[in-house]
């Protein structure tokens, strides 16, 4: 792409609701071209948004649900795997079932893989909730720099909300032609 195009210019887009983690705040570009950035990766990055990068991204690198905006539920408890003791398992409250919880640069986190598949998402309305969807009810989870998922120190999504509001790279406009990954 050439860095000359207007239509490269970032620009600030209003979120959904109040709290929404998955709406990209920056977009830039048009139809095929069109560009969210994820600033919770770091190094920040822009990321397709017609082609899913941004879906997948959001969905399986950092568990935010495009439906509700919020986390993924947590495992109710955590465990290691019988027979494998470097892999954790985390107790699902849907299905009641552990899930191994392996992480891959390319895949992202089995967890949220099945949190997408298993959990009930309640699409968020316009300022309203519906019951159980609650994403104060979520315990916000990360990917660590060695890859690993951990429970944040974060007891809720408005701490959640808070870790990233005091981040600088997410809180701040992005640079405006940037490439990369996470």
């Known amino acids: 792409m050439n860095p000359s195009d207007p239509d490269l210019k970032p620009h600030e887009q209003d979120l959904r609701f109040e709290g929404d983690l998955y709406t990209p705040r920056w977009v830039r570009g048009h139809g095929n071209k069109r560009e969210g950035w994820c600033g919770i990766c770091k ?27 919020a986390q993924f539920q947590a495992p109710k408890k955590m465990r290691r795997m019988d027979g494998n003791p470097d892999v954790w398992e985390g107790w699902c409250h849907s299905c009641e079932e552990w899930v191994a919880m392996v992480n891959s640069k390319k895949k992202g986190t089995t967890w949220f893989r099945h949190a997408y598949k298993c959990h009930v998402h309640s699409k968020a309305k316009e300022g309203k909730r519906r019951r159980g969807s609650d994403p104060k009810q979520a315990e916000p989870l990360a990917i660590t720099a060695g890859n690993e998922l951990v429970k944040m120190e974060a007891t809720g999504q408005n701490e959640y909300e808070e870790f990233l509001k005091n981040d600088p790279e997410y809180n701040s406009p992005p640079p405006p032609y940037t490439h990369g990954s996470c």
Do not use: C, E
């Open 43 to 69: 190094p920040g990055r822009w990321l397709v948004l017609k082609n899913s990068a941004f879906w997948y991204d959001k969905s399986f690198t950092h568990g935010i649900s495009a439906q509700t905006g």
